[in-house]
């Protein structure tokens, strides 16, 4: 039986009622998690607001601001980690930015800047998260982050986000096998195209959406909560003998040729 009871899982990436994070979030804490929950802080306090508000329901017993490109958030966030909780057993990554510009048109105009941010944000923040998270998985743990095929084929528009998901899919093996020998755990899951605001901003997503729903096995994409259900799995003792993998939850879109 899936059970997440007595597990501390820590989940970044929650922006909305539409992100990945949030249906992950949802099928952890059913589970039976106790749930801490990280958001990118801006300015004017909004997205502090609407995380907060969405989360409420699963009582989250940690609830602090995240910028992935801040070192010293990371590690404040990861202090409190070890202050309240004492230990972490699962840590979710579900977060990925680039510009705009750099998700439409020509792959070789991408900038060196642009290059930079998405592979910072997207890939290295993984490693960052795992440099502290493997020091508080005394006893083991397992660490999740989302990809998508973009990052093993050529996907119209997906550009530079597709260096970034290669370079984390590889994050994912080589943490892994760092890992391993601390019964810590370390997949992806590769999920289909689902609207949210990050996939907004890759050009054509609604196309790529209308083109799984023709072609891939199931004739429909894949709900957050379906992507959820596959990362309770990973994090918990069911998925005891599994690391170092990347599990495609995209209506089986990936073994179709044409
Ligand atoms: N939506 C899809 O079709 C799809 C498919 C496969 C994989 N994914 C991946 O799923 C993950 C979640 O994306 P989503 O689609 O749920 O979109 P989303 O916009 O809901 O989530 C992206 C999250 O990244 C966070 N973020 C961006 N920059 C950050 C930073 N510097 N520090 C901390 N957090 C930061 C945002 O605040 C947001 O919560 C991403 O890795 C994305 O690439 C999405």
Request: charged letters at 20%; one cysteine or more; aromatic letters at 6%.
């Amino acid at each position: 039986m899936l059970d997440l009871t007595g597990k501390n899982a820590l989940v970044t990436g929650i922006a909305n009622n539409r992100s990945i994070a949030w249906g992950i979030a949802q099928q952890l804490s059913k589970a039976g998690a106790n749930i801490g929950v990280t958001y990118l802080p801006d300015d004017k306090g909004r997205m502090e607001k609407k995380v907060r508000d969405l989360t409420e329901p699963l009582h989250p017993s940690l609830f602090l601001p995240c910028n992935v490109q801040d070192d010293e958030q990371v590690q404040a966030t990861f202090d409190t980690v070890k202050t309240d909780w004492g230990k972490l057993d699962i840590l979710v990554h579900c977060l990925a930015f680039a510009n705009r510009d750099d998700l439409a048109g020509d792959f070789s105009d991408i900038s060196r800047q642009g290059f930079q941010t998405a592979l910072d944000i997207s890939a290295y923040s993984l490693v960052k998260l795992a440099q502290q998270a493997k020091t508080l998985m005394i006893e083991g743990g397992s660490i999740l982050t989302l990809t998508y095929l973009g990052g093993v084929r050529v996907v119209p528009n997906y550009n530079v986000m597709g260096i970034a998901k290669a370079a984390l899919e590889m994050n994912v093996r080589y943490l892994a096998a760092e890992l391993g020998s601390n019964n810590i755990r370390v997949n992806g899951i590769s999920a289909g195209p689902i609207r949210t605001l990050a996939s907004s901003a890759v050009g054509g997503i609604l196309d790529m959406i209308h083109h799984v729903e023709e072609v891939a096995p199931l004739r429909r994409t894949v709900t957050q909560s379906e992507v959820g259900n596959a990362a309770a799995f990973l994090c918990s003792d069911l998925a005891s003998g599994v690391t170092g993998q990347i599990l495609y939850v995209d209506s089986g879109y990936e073994v179709m040729g044409m």
